[in-house]
């Protein structure tokens, strides 16, 4: 292992060049006391300048921006883009929900878990099963400053600070006691908030002991109506090529589905009529087609309405920090943390569907609207049917003149109906739970009044708990749907409690037949009934525990003629484990007992041989995650130098370099995801990870630095060992020839190895004499991610297409599950499932660069005016983003300035242009952030017919005055965030057509709240 790690430390230090650091960097460290020596962060080596960019935002810079907290303040700057947050409506497979209850920074739009989080240095564990952290669980009230290393740092740090770090630093010598309590509420009269903390310091029992205690939560907004872009029913349509762009239309409606139910049987005299609002049969207006198929505009097709679009959050936490000095060299410390969080919102898409629409007579698109007066036709056992509905003769909930109609001597004894489930859908909620604690403690110390040293230990422990409530448990659903009056006591009764007695204990009937005119959203059903049908509720909990011990020392080893040649030595062990519970450990449906759809209905699969059911029906209507178990040990060292090459030359005041390299070797096991007997898989691996760069002093007003880095991001135990998680989709089998929808189950791979990115970086600070108080940074950077851990799923037509070329012999196969083999291309060979597994199948390369201008002035000493006013510029602009997957006819996208709504988007330029102006006790702070255009999609084979949404500019406003009351200083605060009221953009991603309703179109960094007013008073004494 030694030489290995030797080889790779001198490989990277012959590249070394100049850089330097971070003037913010230096102004910490020249700010502090000259007791103290502060380590910058991007180096372990106290006193050195990091040779990689470092940005820093003190804590009441970022509580003028934004008082709700520091992470969201630290969220604007412009370097984060594509992170989570409370205040982005997100949508997924499932429908409306998701938002995890925090922020989870992202820079450079790289993916979160792709960016490292410290609290004073260390590591922190991660709060979400995934590993990545939620920076509004550190203790808010006690940060002193954050610095964001912007280039690659695994050599220092380790694992995941591919892209970068971002280090919380406590104030750890605060003495007193100070408190916040805010409150706010939307310009719309909704999003109700409040936050309330106190933090304490003081000397203890010969020691310091610092604490914090917060509060905050923020109400939803419950109905997406509530905003101008809610119910208006936005969709692409089209197909996205040159013949047949895409096109933005309004007032989509899902045409094959009524929200009281829609006849599709062709033999049924009720075909193409609805289910009114009242229960009775009507006619049904299936609106103008497009040139998507089942995607209407207008008529009385289903669309989602009336669902969360902000959820509610809640966040609790408490942390406390206690050192003593045990000799005069000796100082130890200990310190506790735990936050509770919380998301709750509610809306889903539920669609009952036997099949899709097909049209006859003349379409000729316009716009992406038929022209010609097609006819719409409605087809049963199609493949888009889903959780089909079948009524037989005899439903107890239809009128006796409806069973006549619909019933006829001689005629068929059942009809297909399709539904949108506005009723069922607005019941469904998810409950996510986040608890994090962390324990930790350490010794730090000088040795031989030269080296600095540490050892640390730390123990954290997560859980999360996703629960669904009013999830339909589809067993119950089948049995509740097939009512009957039962013959002995003419009572209305589930057929199944007398087919099968004892089957289905308090089975209540479900009446489906039309929803509630007079309640939004609500049903015909009894409450017994849709009791029935959503108890017990889904859940799933993941906990995580992570063991970490550290040591490091550091300080000069000799003098060199132009400097202290210094050094940091490190070692590291950590022990993770992943541990995965579910109340749905096994997500298969179960026909047993229930009359389903008659015989050959369906296509024949081995869980319906006979034909009476799709093979995408699960018995719970929404996923539910499988269980998993994994855990791993990893071993880490480290060496850095930092050594002064020429000094008080001409043209070169200072010219030092930086080198530093990590060796790590892990191990893995855990139960193998796609086993069925739960068997277990180990794997090991090990990576190298170095950094070179220097610092040039040119002048005393020009600093010119650049670095050079192999980073990795190692898979995490989720990425490795998640089991099953099932979703329904449908394509095209080009073995096969056949149509249809398969199941798909996500899950991990352990076999995956280390992403590896290699990062450049070049820029320089300016710091000019002739103009005090101003300072300047520039900073390229350029990063390639190979065998980037990329999801790869059995369904990709891709994937289908390359293993059918191949016969079955490509890897790619395996996510492929047929009853027979590739010879047998008869239907009956149709895939059983796919599956979707982690890959180390992309490569990623980003390039851009990033400016902060600052400047800070006394206005009396060049203008009549008092007071001081800064000004602080932010630029960071991503040249490209680009991704391809090394699979055969993969596209290359670029997703600097475009979009893949609703999920990412990503302007080339974001900027943020902040005034302070202090006069005396009053205080104004205006910030205006700029986001460029973008395109409508990163994929350039795509065809739009739709504008690039508009550039972006959105103000934000904070006055705060400081006074005093009961002989005790106050600071009250106003603020508005978005000043102008400035209202989103619409864009739509095309997958959204067939979920109308359910996707909030808007960018994921436009502001969808609207003004925002917030009002509080801060204290310390």
Known sequence: MRSHYLKTFLAGTVSAFALATSVHAQTVAADAPATESVTVTGTRISGTDTPTPVQVQTAAQLQDITPASISEGLDKNPIFMGGSTPNNATTGANGRGGNLPGYFLNLRNLGTIRTLVLLDGHRVPGTNYDTTVDTQSLPQLLVQRV????????????????????????????????????????????????????????????????????????????????????????????????????????????????????????????????????????????????????????????????????????????????????????????????????????????????????????????????????????????????????IYSGNAFLTPAQQAFLFPAGGATSFQMNRMDNDLMSKLSLDNHMGALQVSGGLKGTLLDKYDWDFSYSHGETRNQLTSRGNINSSRFFAAIDAVKDPTTGNIVCNVSITAPGAFPGCAPLNLFGQ????????????????????????????????????????????????????????????????????????????????????????????????????????????????????????????????????????????????????????????????????STKASFSASTWKVGAEWQVIDDLKIRASRSRDIRAPTLWDLFQGPLTTTSGNLDPLTGVSGSVNTSSVGNPQLKPEVARQTTVGGVFTPTFLPGFTATFDYFHIVIANQIAAISGNNQTVLNTCESSGGSSPLCNLIVRPGAYNDTSATNFPLLYLSAPQNTQTTWSEGFDVEANYQTDLTEWTPLPGMLDFNLMWSHTTLLKSVLTLPGSVTTDIAGAANAPGAALPRDKAAFTVDYTLDALNVDVQERYYSPVRQNADPTIVYDIPNVPSYFITDLNLAYDFDAANMPFTGFLHIDNLFNKQPDVIQASGYTGSPGMNYPVLPYEDLIGRYYTVGVRFKM
């Open 147 to 390: 610095e964001t290393v912007t280039g690659g740092a695994s050599a220092v740090y380790g694992s995941d600070a591919v892209t970068g770090v971002v280090n919380f630093i406590l104030d750890h010598k605060f003495d007193g006691l100070k408190g916040v309590f805010q409150g706010g509420i939307s310009d719309y009269g909704d999003r109700r908030g409040m936050r309330a903390g106190l933090a304490g310091g003081e000397d203890l029992l010969g020691g310091h002991l610092i604490w914090s205690a917060e509060y905050k939560d923020s109400d939803a907004i419950t109905d997406s109506a509530a905003r101008p872009l809610g119910n208006k029913g936005y969709s692409v349509v089209g197909g996205g090529t040159a013949a047949s762009p895409y096109y933005l239309v309004q007032n989509i409606r899902q045409a094959n589905t009524a929200p009281g139910g829609l006849i599709t049987s062709a033999n049924s005299p009720g075909y193409g009529m609805q289910f009114l609002s009242n229960g009775q049969l009507g006619a049904f207006n299936p609106g103008t087609p497009t040139a998507t198929t089942n995607f209407n505009i207008g008529g009385d097709g289903g669309i989602e309405h009336n669902e969360y679009l902000l959820p509610v959050t809640n966040n609790a936490q408490f942390f406390a920090h206690y050192d003593h000095d045990i000799t005069g060299n000796v100082t130890g410390w200990i310190e506790a943390r735990y936050a509770l969080e919380r998301s709750y919102e509610a809306g889903q898409i539920f669609t009952n569907t036997s099949g899709g629409n097909t049209l006859t007579g003349n379409c000729t698109p316009v716009n992406g609207v038929c022209t010609g007066n097609p006819t719409v036709n409605y087809t049963n056992n199609g493949s888009g049917a889903q959780y089909p509905i079948t």
């Open 516 to 679: 509630s005119a007079t309640v939004t959203n609500g049903s015909n059903a009894s409450q017994a009934a849709l009791n029935y049908i959503q108890n017990p509720p889904t859940s799933w909990t993941a906990h995580n525990g992570l063991d970490d011990f550290s040591g490091n020392i550091n300080g000069t080893l000799f003098d060199l003629p132009a400097g202290p040649l210094k050094a940091a030595v490190g070692v590291e062990y950590r022990l993770a484990s992943l541990d995965v519970t579910s109340t749905t450990p096994d997500n298969t449906f179960n026909p047993q007992y229930l009359r389903l759809a008659p015989p050959g209905t369906f296509a024949s699969t081995t869980a319906s041989p006979t034909g009476t059911f799709p093979a995408p029906n699960l018995s719970r209507f929404k996923e539910v995650q499988s269980p998993g178990r994994g855990s791993e040990n990893v071993s880490e060292a480290n060496l850095e130098l930092d050594a002064p090459l020429l000094k008080d030359l001409p043209g070169i005041e200072l010219l030092s370099v930086n080198a530093a390299a990590r060796y790590t070797e892990y191990h893995v096991g855990g139960i193998d995801p796609t086993s069925t007997d739960g068997a």
